[in-house]
């Protein structure tokens, strides 16, 4: 769901990495991939075990940076919870504007780092509310 709001927005100039143990780009910033495929890729992926949450920030900022767009936002959908090593604060606040979409009954460590590196904190309920606080949050 939330590949498809952010696809939806600009849909030459995104992407979408998905995190646990390895960083797996599904849609590189600068490589031409329709929506439809994103999605289907991101939703054959399997998540489970360690969470490499600085990993994935600085392979997120990487991304930004190749990016054309005035603004460039990062969007984490998670619970914050770090399994990997690595300085999540320093690589978080690296990425120039990041947004942390976490769940509403698991988001402790979501508010803490939010709060540490000046990210904006949305919570959800589920997958089916990620495209209006996605469009809330980017407004």
């Known amino acids: ?17 998905a995190f646990g143990k390895d960083i797996i780009v599904a849609k590189s910033q600068d490589v031409p991939k329709s929506p439809e495929r994103v999605v289907n890729d991101v939703l054959t992926l399997r998540g489970f075990g360690t969470t490499d949450l600085a990993g ?9 940076m190749r990016s054309r767009a005035g603004r460039r936002v990062a969007v984490l959908l998670s619970d914050c919870r770090a399994t990997v090593e690595g300085d999540v604060e320093a690589a978080a606040g690296a ?33 089916s509310e990620i495209p209006e606080v996605l469009a809330r949050v980017l407004e």
Do not use: M
């Not at 994935?56 to 930004?64: E, G, P, S, W």
């Not at 120039?96 to 949305?122: C, F, M, N, S, Y």
């Open 95 to 127: 990425v120039e504007e990041l947004v942390i979409i976490a769940p509403t009954d698991d988001h402790d460590e979501a508010k803490v780092l939010a709060g540490r590196v000046g990210a904006r904190l949305a919570l959800v309920s589920g997958p």
């Open 1 to 17: 769901v939330a590949a498809a709001a952010v696809a939806s927005r600009n849909p030459d100039d995104y992407s979408v990495l």
């Open 56 to 64: 994935a920030l600085l392979v997120a900022q990487q991304q930004l």
